[in-house]
């Protein structure tokens, strides 16, 4: 899934080792560990790395230590351990997994989550940063859920529940970010646009008797 939104991985799927079930990914001796700065540097794939996160339900995608999201040669970041997505924690204890979406505020908490770190500055800095790093989202297809959930090696009961539940999330996401444009004729970009210059001036958009700061 991480893949489908344009997020590098290491490729991690489900193995049979020893008689039991393991994950498994590609062993990468080129990648880089960053600071929560370093990685804040690179706004946009930071921000789309926390948006399909937040659709997949994982808590641990930065690391206690920001050591889940590496730097590859090509400078494109890499998140390497998806293992507490959807229904597990880090340590492979059992979460629910539904069409709830509070991550997207509990995974910028101070105190709450330790990508907090990198993402409440970026995102207090650019309010429409958060909004962008989703737009990936609406592009992503029923069919490539399927393909990848199912090519991960778990049972097509399981896939199926867990598609369900991601594709409310979906739904969920682009609503929250209107990111099919229903709320505004014009679309999220001349929304954005329309925003943008009514704030550059006074720091105050008008419309009517509504008011719209720039500080949200």
Do not use: C
């Amino acid at each position: 899934v991480y893949e489908a939104l344009g997020v590098a991985t290491v490729a991690p799927k489900l193995i049979t080792m020893g008689g039991r079930q393991a994950v498994a990914s590609v062993f990468r001796t080129d990648l880089k560990r960053l600071s929560a700065g370093e990685v804040a540097a690179l706004p946009e794939e930071a921000a789309r790395i926390y948006q399909a996160s937040v659709l997949v339900k994982n808590w641990d995608f930065a690391g206690a230590s920001i050591d889940n999201i590496m730097r590859a040669p090509d400078g494109a970041l890499v998140i390497v351990d998806t293992g507490a997505s959807f229904r597990f924690r880090a340590r492979g204890g059992a979460k629910d997994y539904g069409p709830d979406i509070d991550e997207v505020r509990s995974f910028r908490r101070v105190g709450q989550n330790e990508a907090a770190a990198i993402y409440k500055p970026i995102f207090d800095a650019d309010v429409w940063l958060e909004q962008r790093g989703a737009r990936p989202i609406a592009a992503l297809t029923r069919e490539q859920v399927d393909a990848a959930l199912l090519g991960s090696g778990i049972a097509k009961v399981e896939a199926d529940a867990l598609a369900g539940a991601l594709w409310a999330r979906r739904e969920a996401l682009i609503d929250r970010y209107n990111l099919d444009g229903r709320w505004n004729p014009k679309g999220v970009d001349g929304f954005e646009s329309l925003v943008s210059r009514m704030t550059s001036v006074t720091g105050v958009a008008r419309y009517a008797d509504a008011k719209v700061t720039a500080g949200g």
